[in-house]
């Protein structure tokens, strides 16, 4: 079973820049792991933000998410992250990632980011 954990979530001033984290927990990303983070807002659709891959650290993003989100991951730290820049009160959400692992997907529970104007 793999249980991702999110964490870094908070309440944040818009303009701020802030950093979430995504790890495996009890266990460790392994190399053909995919992780992707989302992002669901109250009353919205859950939207993709990007996915990276374990092993060769590729990128993909969403069009609309592209260049005030950046998403890469640690070896040593065994954690995937997702930087987010220029914060706006409409990138208040539940942030949440995923581990695809042999064809299965497992989500973590989210963490809250609250940006104030």
């Known amino acids: 079973q793999v249980q991702p954990a999110e964490s870094g979530g908070g309440v944040v001033q818009a303009g701020d820049s802030l950093t979430l984290s995504c790890s495996v927990s009890?266990?460790?990303?392994?190399?053909?792991?995919?992780v992707a983070w989302y992002r669901q807002a109250p009353g919205k659709e859950r939207e993709v933000i990007g996915t990276i891959t374990w092993d060769a650290g590729s990128r993909n993003y969403a069009e609309s998410m592209r260049g005030r989100f950046t998403i890469y991951r640690n070896y040593r730290e065994n954690r995937a992250w997702l930087h987010m820049n220029g914060l706006r009160p409409e990138d208040a959400a539940i942030y949440c990632c995923?581990?695809?692992?042999?064809?299965?997907?497992?989500w973590g529970q989210g963490t809250q980011v609250t940006v104030s104007s």
């Open positions: 995923n581990v695809q692992r042999d064809s299965i997907v497992y």
């Open positions: 009890g266990g460790t990303f392994v190399g053909d792991d995919m």
